[in-house]
């Protein structure tokens, strides 16, 4: 009763990353509360999907393994959580924001009246005060995210209804095995107790997947480049530059809409969060849109002609400069010593 639930999206037997992230954070949260961290996992032929699970810190992993549950349809993975939660009455369900979540995490929260905060990108717990209803509520989950265009960065609380639930972003956080032999329990539900056999009423008769065109989620060292960058032509040279570093070519939101590069390599609010080693930004002003995808990077390297750009303040090294000067002689000087 009153623990930290995760759902855990399945595809092709593995747990996806954005879970495996949400039980890291589960795990952090659970033990501000001092409450438990449950897990569920909805597929077909699940045996062993505890060992991909329980190392992260859980103590209770809720398996329903049946055909017709892989691939994900809506209504059977709607009346699992519904159902589940009605019984657990978990304080605080999260999920990834997901094409997945994004559509089941909906469904749940309007079928129990919780209420949802969508596309997260960090969770915390601490108090809020009504000074209006005079009242003090403690211990509630703070949803955190970027609103109004990303000019701002929005804390949302729900005082009164349960569960406190959210989505998540893909690569916002860390994701960290707590222990290889944690000892979680796993409870094997009988599927016909939580679904209709109605709800299977839309099946999967085929099933295509396109895979990703890069690496740019899991790349260890990223060459992003803006607006600065001045045409397409010139975006040519981060990925020279890129070539050379084995790294892989990002880009904001203002390059991807001036044509220089296509949309699936834009990073920030409406692209992908990045988390890699190194990251390079030429001619990227840093608007908050942006940072909010690549703030989280290891080590930055700012290469701008405006010492004042906003970018430079989370930079660790700031190279004022035109790109078209500078990211030449980069290229120049990794092939002449990478050989």
Same mark, same amino acid.
């Given at each position: 009763?009153?623990?930290?639930?995760?759902?855990?999206?399945?595809? @092709?037997?593995?747990?996806?990353?954005?879970?495996?992230?949400?039980?890291?954070?589960?795990?952090?949260?659970?033990?501000? !509360?001092?409450?438990? !961290?449950?897990? &569920?996992?909805?597929? *077909?032929?699940?045996?062993?999907?505890?060992?991909? &699970?329980?190392?992260?810190?859980?103590?209770?992993?809720?398996? $329903?393994?049946?055909?017709?549950?892989?691939?994900? =349809?809506?209504?059977?993975?709607?009346?699992?959580?519904?159902?589940?939660?009605?019984?657990?009455?978990?304080?605080?369900?999260?999920?990834?924001?997901?094409?997945?979540?994004?559509?089941?995490?909906?469904?749940?929260?309007?079928?129990?009246?919780?209420?949802?905060?969508?596309?997260?990108?960090?969770?915390?717990?601490?108090?809020?005060?009504?000074?209006? +209803?005079?009242? =003090?509520?403690?211990?509630? !989950?703070?949803?955190?995210?970027?609103? $109004?265009?990303?000019?701002?960065?929005? =804390?949302?609380?729900?005082?009164?209804?349960?569960? *406190?639930?959210?989505?998540?972003? @893909?690569?916002?956080?860390?994701?960290?095995?707590?222990?290889? +032999?944690?000892?979680?329990?796993?409870?094997?539900?009988?599927?016909?107790?939580?679904?209709?056999?109605?709800?299977?009423?839309?099946?999967?008769?085929?099933?295509?997947?396109?895979?990703?065109?890069?690496?740019?989620?899991?790349?260890?060292?990223?060459?992003?480049?803006?607006?600065?960058?001045?045409?397409? @032509?010139? $975006?040519?040279?981060?990925?020279?530059?890129?070539?050379?570093?084995?790294? @892989?070519?990002?880009?904001?939101?203002?390059?991807?809409?001036?044509? $220089?590069?296509?949309?699936?390599?834009?990073?920030? *609010?409406?692209?992908?969060?990045?988390?890699?080693?190194?990251?390079?930004?030429?001619?990227?002003?840093?608007?908050?849109?942006?940072?909010?995808?690549?703030?989280?990077?290891?080590?930055?390297?700012?290469?701008?002609?405006?010492?004042?750009?906003?970018?430079?303040?989370?930079?660790?090294?700031?190279? =004022?400069?035109?790109?078209?000067?500078?990211?030449?002689?980069?290229?120049?000087?990794?092939?002449?010593?990478?050989?």
């Amino acid at each position: 009763m009153n623990n930290i639930f995760v759902y855990c999206e399945i595809e @092709e037997g593995t747990v996806a990353e954005v879970s495996q992230e949400l039980l890291t954070k589960g795990r952090t949260l659970a033990n501000r !509360l001092g409450c438990r !961290l449950e897990a &569920v996992v909805a597929g *077909q032929q699940l045996d062993g999907i505890e060992k991909q &699970v329980l190392p992260y810190g859980v103590d209770v992993l809720h398996v $329903f393994d049946a055909p017709g549950l892989y691939p994900y =349809t809506s209504l059977p993975h709607t009346s699992i959580l519904v159902n589940l939660f009605r019984e657990e009455q978990p304080q605080i369900a999260l999920m990834g924001a997901t094409v997945i979540g994004r559509d089941l995490g909906p469904r749940v929260s309007s079928a129990l009246g919780s209420g949802l905060t969508a596309d997260c990108t960090a969770l915390e717990i601490g108090n809020h005060e009504d000074r209006k +209803a005079g009242k =003090t509520y403690e211990d509630l !989950l703070y949803q955190i995210r970027p609103a $109004f265009g990303g000019n701002i960065v929005a =804390t949302i609380v729900n005082p009164e209804h349960r569960p *406190q639930m959210a989505t998540v972003r @893909e690569g916002v956080m860390k994701k960290e095995i707590l222990d290889e +032999a944690y000892p979680g329990t796993v409870v094997r539900h009988d599927v016909e107790k939580y679904v209709k056999d109605t709800d299977y009423v839309v099946k999967v008769i085929e099933r295509h997947v396109e895979k990703a065109k890069n690496n740019l989620k899991s790349a260890p060292i990223v060459v992003a480049g803006g607006y600065g960058m001045g045409s397409k @032509e010139n $975006f040519e040279m981060l990925f020279d530059l890129a070539r050379e570093l084995h790294a @892989e070519v990002g880009a904001s939101r203002a390059a991807v809409d001036a044509g $220089f590069v296509d949309h699936d390599r834009q990073i920030g *609010q409406t692209g992908v969060t990045i988390r890699p080693k190194l990251y390079i930004a030429c001619g990227i002003s840093g608007q908050i849109q942006h940072i909010a995808g690549m703030q989280e990077s290891g080590i930055i390297i700012s290469v701008n002609n405006d010492p004042d750009a906003p970018i430079n303040s989370i930079a660790d090294y700031v190279i =004022t400069g035109n790109v078209e000067d500078v990211v030449p002689k980069m290229i120049k000087y990794y092939k002449k010593n990478s050989k």
